[in-house]
């Protein structure tokens, strides 16, 4: 959607840190999350953060929200061959819908 | 627990063809959304269903499309008169009242030759 952004490919070696980055414009955005879409499977959902969070770690993923700069990414530790994918932000304002990004293809090479 | 299933999972038809997908949510699961993601592209909001309120039909691209849902259960999306800027994957999704977690099925990839 116009009003998320996402970069659209990103490389990592295998075993790095991949961060993904994502810009949004919805200032009322009450939760924003991360989506994995592997070849040919539907979205599935990674985590999230409310709005009012900055930081939220679980396992080898680490969301980080800068809500002044509108900025959200994810950080995947160890990356792992698992990990290439799509990988889209999303925002929900203050009614029920998600805006999404275009996603980020995360290839890994070994 | 059975997450979200869709039917079918592909569907090829001819153009002005009518077709109907499926969508059968979480058990509990009082929100339902269908979605279009168009190749290499994000989701777009297409239609919302809480409980037994009135439907949010402010995201269907035209009046070929339609949805139902009877209370909280299965979901019907319907395209009449296809066209080839149809194709696409449709998604559905569900959720609790709230609405934090939308999980999705795995889509009805929809060719309109």
């Known amino acids: 959607g116009e009003d998320v952004e996402q970069s659209l490919f990103l490389s990592v070696r295998e075993g790095d840190s991949s961060v993904i980055n994502c810009t949004y414009t919805d200032s009322s955005s009450t939760y924003l999350y991360w989506y994995k879409q592997e070849p040919g499977a539907g979205l599935q959902l990674l985590t999230y953060i409310f709005s009012n969070m900055d930081m939220k770690q679980d396992q080898r993923l680490t969301v980080l929200l800068n809500k002044k700069d509108k900025h959200l990414s994810l950080r995947i530790a160890d990356t792992q061959t698992g990990d290439s994918a799509i990988y889209f932000c999303?925002?929900?304002?203050?009614?029920?819908?998600?805006?999404f990004g275009a996603g980020t293809t995360v290839t890994v090479r070994a | 627990g059975a997450g979200v299933s869709q039917s079918p999972s592909n569907k090829v038809t001819e153009k002005g063809k009518d077709v109907e997908l499926r969508c059968d949510p979480i058990s509990g699961h009082t929100a339902l959304y269908w979605y279009r993601q168009r190749l290499g592209q994000g989701l777009e909001f297409l239609i919302y269903?809480?409980?037994?309120?009135?439907?949010?039909k402010s995201g269907l691209p035209s009046d070929r499309f339609s949805a139902e849902r009877t209370g909280e259960s299965v979901s019907t999306l319907t395209i009449q008169r296809t066209q080839q800027e149809d194709s696409a994957v449709y998604l559905c999704a569900s959720s609790s009242p709230w609405g934090g977690e939308q999980y999705f099925g795995p889509g009805t990839r929809l060719t309109v030759t």
């Open positions: 999303a925002e929900r304002a203050n009614d029920y819908k998600l805006s």
């Open positions: 269903f809480q409980g037994n309120s009135a439907p949010d």
